[in-house]
């Protein structure tokens, strides 16, 4: 599904975010990316969303050589993974429905298919009863599943979650951590960026490791181990 | 599908056009300016175009022949006249008719009236008015015509090319075109760095709408686009504006500037009428190309994918 191949990250002038990275990840996976703050996580997602070029080696998405993808093709393979991240990434003047209609908006939907779709998502994560709430009339765990809903509407093979829960209580972040499994059950892939130690080791799945920009540790059933 | 993006294009155009809103009455007020200063451009163009050629129309050379001089010898004289080349019209004025046009120009004038009618006999003879193809000609067929050896029935020739008054009014004109050029070429610059920065603003405001659809997949045209709409909103709105003021200004121009223009037998306000679909369709695509140009600079990188 997703192939890393000898990828070196140089942000100039001259850090070195990545250094040699391969990995390759199956369909239908679950897989933490664990590693201290600066070790280049993000800097792998952002990759794999083409937000960033690699300087060197070569990323394959579910066969698709997207190393020197042109920018016209980039909202395509954006459709084709979903991300959320730390801080949300909602609207705050738009309804819960409709910082979800967005992302299906700005893509050219009907409205006939948003009407459709968006309660599927809703559902998904549990929020239909609070489709017409603001943001802010939500707590963070909530605000969390309106992104990860979001990121559903264009039925991703692939999610990315980028720290979703650093910022959430341990209730919450159970929570969050359950709904990431029950999409993973459903087939979507998973890439989950965390620090927290008892989130990684209660999955009792792929856990890779990063320091300084490289791999240092890829295990199935893996544990937190920094 | 297209039609479907092109509406939500257009609303997210609307909806940052009022988000805005006094940024966008400023900048739209910048466009009315700038299009003010294209208009006189334009009219003064027109005008001193048209005070020159209605001169220059006016321009002719005049044989005065004597009192009673013999019809065969003025049609004679017509025919050599029109053999010279670059005559374009030759006008055989009977010494009848020259008495006709002597009275009507004096008509308010007894004492001229009074005098005339005493002489009796007609003391006025025939004239040719001769025209050239182009004003340059002029001198050469004056000097062709006093070739003719015609000084005994000929009084005298008459030639005016109004040079002087043509040189004043192109000279006027001249200054007027600079300062108007000066002016819109400073409001066109203006109005650029205008459009510029509000959609550079624009774009700050929604930068989270902005990150949000790169996130989920929008594509560059649909980032752009209402970006690019709500510059071409204001492009549309500065036109209409100002000629709406301007043809309510119209009304109270119109006396003073038809005194003006009263010699030169033009009517600026029904030919700004008559072309107003050309001069306004001039405006709006110029106003309209040069804000897609800016706000196309103020884009620019920044909102790549
Ligand atoms: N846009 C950027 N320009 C320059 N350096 C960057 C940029 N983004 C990240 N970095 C650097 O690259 C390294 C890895 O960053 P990042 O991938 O964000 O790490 P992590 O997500 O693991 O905390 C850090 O040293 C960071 O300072
Ligand atoms: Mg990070």
């Known amino acids: 599904m997703i192939y890393f191949k000898n990828i070196n990250k140089k942000y100039p002038p001259d850090t070195l975010a990545l250094n040699d990275v391969n990995l390759h990840i199956k369909p239908g996976e679950f897989v933490s990316i664990v590693g201290q703050s600066g070790t280049g996580k993000t800097t792998l997602i952002k990759l794999l969303i083409a937000e960033e070029k690699p300087t060197k080696g070569k990323i394959i998405v579910g066969g698709w050589d997207i190393t020197d993808i042109p920018g016209r093709h980039v909202p395509i393979l954006r459709r084709q993974i979903g991300v959320v991240f730390q801080d949300y990434k909602l609207l705050p003047k738009k309804t819960v429905m409709e910082n979800v209609a967005f992302a299906l908006q700005v893509a050219g939907e009907t409205n006939v298919k948003i009407e459709k779709i968006v309660p599927q998502v809703l559902k998904i994560v549990g929020l239909e009863e609070k489709g017409k709430r603001f943001p802010e009339q939500l707590s963070g765990g909530e605000q969390q599943r309106v992104s990860i809903a979001r990121s559903l509407v264009h039925r991703p093979k692939i999610l990315v979650a980028d720290e979703p829960t650093g910022n959430l209580d341990s209730i919450n972040t159970r929570e969050i951590i359950d709904l990431l499994q029950k999409i993973n059950e459903l087939g979507t892939t998973i890439l989950l960026v965390t620090h927290n130690r008892e989130v990684v080791n209660a999955l009792r799945k792929r856990v890779i490791t990063l320091e300084a920009g490289a791999v240092i540790s890829d295990q199935e059933k893996g544990k937190y181990i920094l | 599908m297209f039609l479907l993006s092109l509406a939500r294009i257009f609303r997210f155009a609307f909806q940052s056009f009022l988000r805005n809103i006094w940024l966008s009455l400023v900048t739209i007020t910048i466009i009315v300016m700038t299009i003010f200063s ?214 109270f121009i119109n006396p003073l500037v038809s005194g003006f223009f009263a010699d030169i037998n033009f009517n600026l306000i029904s030919y700004v009428l008559h072309n107003f679909w050309y001069i306004f369709g001039f405006e709006l695509v110029a106003v309209i190309l040069l804000n897609i140009v800016s706000s196309a600079f103020a884009l620019g990188r920044h909102l790549k994918v």
Not at chain 2, 70 to 91: L, M, P, R
Not at chain 2, 182 to 194: A, Q
């Open chain 2, 38 to 251: 294209l208009t006189i451009l334009i009219l003064v163009n027109v005008v001193t175009d048209q005070a020159v050629s209605s001169i220059k129309s006016k321009v002719d050379i005049s044989l005065y022949f004597e009192a009673q001089t013999k019809e065969e010898i003025v049609i004679d004289t017509k025919d050599q006249i029109s053999k010279i080349d670059h005559v374009k019209n030759i006008e055989y004025v009977s010494a009848a008719v020259a008495l006709e046009r002597f009275k009507a120009t004096h008509s308010q004038d007894s004492l001229i009236q009074d005098a005339v009618d005493e002489m009796g006999e007609n003391p006025l003879g025939p004239v040719l008015v001769v025209k050239a193809d182009e004003m340059n000609n002029y001198p050469l067929i004056l000097k062709n015509i006093k070739d003719f050896k015609i000084d005994e029935v000929v009084k005298e020739i008459d030639y005016d090319d109004h040079q002087l008054i043509i040189q004043k009014i192109e000279l006027i004109s001249d200054k007027i075109k600079q300062f108007g050029l000066f002016l819109s070429i400073t409001f066109t610059l203006i109005s650029l760095l205008v459009v510029f920065n509000t959609i550079r603003v624009g774009i700050y405001v929604h930068r989270d709408e902005v990150n949000i659809m790169k996130l989920v997949g929008a594509s560059n045209w649909f980032i752009r686009g209402p970006f690019l709409v709500e510059s071409i909103l204001y492009a549309i709105f500065g036109c209409l504006i100002f000629w709406i003021i301007f043809y309510i200004a119209i009304g």
